[in-house]
């Protein structure tokens, strides 16, 4: 959010540099809107940003129409329950982009269908989760949780009510219960943590480097004839 604010003054309303910093002090500063500790200290500092209203009407309307709301009960509420004072960073949701661009395969899409396909991509997920309890998809039980495994043939043997009630068992008791094992990034702000990995990510075709050493990928070779004898390769260009 704080970002999306920074480059709407900037690009969109084109705000001054001054006046812009002054404004995310008022929203964001230790004594700013998102410190407020309840709704009518909220309001009363909101009263600090109508001479930037008036300078920037279009300001102000983007401000009512899509921040103030979503800033005091995402925000402000949160931070006064003692959860994340970081919720307008967008760290949480990087991981899923690029599986729903994916899913709209980069284009713009009508709202009840995209509404749809994120409600496919949502689906697939559980279904996913589901099938790890009989050892089978993309997803496998940490030795914490091996205790829910279950033979296949078992599971094709309960009902669909059974099934539906083992799954919201293991969901239940698995996110009150489950440590996840050491962290290699983790933060006191926010609820974040992130298990080892075994390897270095790696894209398609890629070659193996250093870790230090810059990702390259292989070159196509459309305008190339490789012409292959027993003892040597010539290419020519």
Known sequence: MRDDIIRYLGDKVGCKVKDR?????????????????????????????????????????????????????????????????KLWLNNSCESINNVLKLAVNWTPQPLPLLVKKLSNVASIHMHD?????YDAGNYVLVPALRKFLVEK????????????????????KTTKSYQPSPIVSSSKQV??????VKGIAK?????????????????????????????CQTVID
């Open 129 to 133: 989760l589901r099938r790890a309890l």
């Open 203 to 231: 894209k398609p075709c890629q070659r193996k480097r250093p870790r230090t050493e810059r990702s390259v990928s292989k070159p196509k070779c459309e305008n190339q004839k490789i012409m292959k004898s027993k003892n």
């Open 21 to 85: 910093n002054e404004i995310m002090l008022i929203i964001f500063g230790e004594l700013g809107l998102v410190h407020s500790e309840d709704r009518t200290e909220y309001d009363m500092k909101c009263e600090n940003l109508y001479p930037y209203f008036e300078a920037y009407p279009a300001f102000k309307a983007y401000f009512n129409g899509y921040v103030s709301e979503p800033l005091f009960w995402y925000i402000c509420m949160p931070n006064l329950e003692g959860e994340s004072p």
């Open 191 to 196: 609820k974040f943590s992130m298990p080892p």
């Open 153 to 172: 043939s078992v599971w094709f043997k309960k009902t669909e009510e059974q099934k539906k009630i083992f799954f919201d068992e293991f969901v239940t």
